[in-house]
């Protein structure tokens, strides 16, 4: 005689399958919504770039710095104030983002805080990075606009005490370039002094050799990917959904069989 169906084993079967709906249709809605934030940050570039160059002054609206929007600005360059962002990595060689304010106007103390270029990093023990010279002051200088300093994940956020922040005052006793995980420009206009600008600008090549790279990364608009991860997750939603069918047209069709061989019926 066959042995009798564990209901115990169907149920946790069914609950399990449940689950795993569950789950997998919420992976797939998430890669969709990566998706979209994707498409936007795409659109967001198209239509900065789009737009005719945009020149910088005090006076300059800030609707007007779109971010991706290529900008000009002049006026004089504040290496006193330089910063090294530390942990930028470009091809695979650890290094530091060069970042150095441009003084548009002496009287109100406005500036745009300019980055500037990568260079590599120094070999332990062997000091401070040789920082290239700035341009001469008046000369106009290219790059595209975002929001704020690209942020990097502070691990040592999480516990502990945070080696990299900005010092108080700027500039640094003893002439030491801070090196700092991220720079927001509301701490870098309070130890600077200057009046920001709401926008950085991510300077282009000038064509001469300065000793920086001028190679930007830009964020990931792969949409296409995560649509296609989205369609695997909600596919295999879909045969667990069948399974759980399966299982349960199992159970059902085993307790009508039960049913009709009871006597007792």
Wanted: charged share 15%; hydrophobic share 45%; no cysteine.
């Amino acid at each position: 005689m066959a042995r009798p169906h564990s209901t115990r084993y169907t149920v946790a079967a069914l609950l399990l399958l449940g689950i795993a709906v569950v789950i997998l249709t919420s992976l797939g809605q998430w890669q969709l919504r990566r998706a979209d934030e994707r498409r936007a940050i795409l659109a967001a570039i198209e239509a900065g770039r789009k737009q005719a160059p945009l020149v910088l002054a005090p006076s300059t609206p800030p609707g007007d710095m779109k971010p991706w929007r290529v900008a000009q600005a002049s006026g004089s360059w504040l290496p006193q104030f330089s910063v090294l962002l530390d942990n930028r990595n470009h091809e695979g060689r650890p290094g530091y983002w060069l970042a150095t304010p441009l003084l548009l106007d002496d009287a109100s103390h406005t500036a745009v805080l300019v980055l500037r270029g990568w260079l590599p990093r120094v070999i332990q023990g062997q000091g401070q990075p040789v920082l290239p010279a700035t341009l001469p002051d008046g000369q106009a200088i290219k790059g595209e606009l975002s929001e704020r300093v690209p942020r990097m994940f502070e691990l040592w956020s999480l516990g502990g005490q945070d080696t990299s922040s900005l010092p108080a005052t700027l500039p640094v006793a003893g002439g030491a370039v801070p090196q700092v995980q991220n720079l927001p420009l509301d701490a870098y206009a309070k130890a600077t002094g200057l009046t920001l600008l709401p926008t950085v600008v991510s300077q282009f090549g000038t064509g001469a050799d300065d000793g920086l790279v001028h190679d930007w990364p830009e964020p990931s608009v792969d949409f296409q990917k995560n649509t296609f991860y989205a369609v695997q997750w909600f596919s295999f939603a879909l045969f667990a959904a069948i399974a759980w069918l399966v299982v349960l047209g199992g159970a059902i069709k085993r307790m009508r069989q039960r049913a009709s061989n009871d006597p007792a019926a």
